[in-house]
């Protein structure tokens, strides 16, 4: 791995960076009445969804995968397109989310840990425990014309790891989805959205297309895709102002750089 941090920092910052695309960041779709239950605000329910669904539509807007999204902006073709992204990969993504994806002519991006295949959300202390999917769900996902990324092995905070471990989280979980759905992912999500540019190098050397974060600082490019979350609370109006945050923020990035 490259020790000096600053040639890797300037190899990830373009001297003339465009513009993110919007990506909007979820987890959990399921059926829940009172927030203390949800104290990450990882939870929509499928009712939420749907109405975010259906606002994009209203703007005009299209939740697409990552992967579909950024190739569709590399042929000149992005406009209209939101990237939607699924983090973790728990069962009720199956159950919820893909129903409404279909139903609304949507695709998105799971990205899931083959290393906690069929186990629960153990990094969450305050829980609630959500199930993860099986290798035969995360097929079962990948055959339904979703993308499936990788989120590392066991949700590891990447920054804080050695060389040996961010190589296994890296490579060894793309290896592990190639094995279980015939093909190599593209993309990667940084969990906890922790990174820097030691980890973004590797990420790219491991052979990623693309990787996503949450709020990248400094870092850019396309393996440092910023994204918004999306919470329960969020109605159009809210939607409005983190899309046009989110605007504003790309704006400033690229002048700035």
């Not at 974060?213 to 159009?236: E, F, K, N, W, Y």
């Amino acid at each position: 791995m490259p020790a000096d941090t600053d040639t890797a920092a300037a190899a990830v910052v373009p001297a003339r960076r465009t513009a993110s695309p919007w990506v909007l960041m979820y987890h959990s779709v399921a059926e829940f009445t009172d927030p203390a239950e949800d104290p990450y605000g990882i939870t929509v329910t499928p009712l939420a969804l749907e109405a975010q669904l259906l606002w994009l539509r209203s703007r005009g807007l299209r939740g697409v995968s990552v992967g579909e999204l950024l190739r569709a902006r590399a042929a000149g073709a992005g406009t209209g397109l939101v990237g939607l992204t699924f983090d973790d990969g728990y069962t009720d993504f199956l159950t919820h989310a893909l129903p409404l994806l279909r139903r609304h002519g949507c695709t998105a991006t799971l990205f899931v840990l083959p290393g906690r295949l069929g186990v629960d959300n153990v990094w969450d202390p305050l829980g609630p425990r959500k199930s993860l999917l099986t290798a035969e769900g995360i097929r079962e996902v990948a055959a339904a014309g979703q993308e499936i990324g990788s989120h590392g092995l066991l949700h590891q905070d990447l920054t804080a790891a050695s060389d040996d471990v961010l190589l296994q989280e890296l490579r060894g979980s793309r290896d592990l989805l190639r094995e279980l759905t015939g093909a190599l992912p593209e993309g990667f999500c940084y969990p906890y959205g922790h990174l820097d540019a030691r980890v973004v190098d590797a990420t790219r050397a491991a052979g990623y297309d693309y990787a996503c974060a949450i709020d990248p600082g400094r870092l850019a490019g396309p393996h440092a895709l910023p994204r918004t979350h999306v919470s329960q609370a969020d109605g159009g109006t809210r939607l409005r102002v983190k899309h046009l945050r989110h605007r504003v923020r790309e704006l400033r990035r690229a002048v700035h750089w």
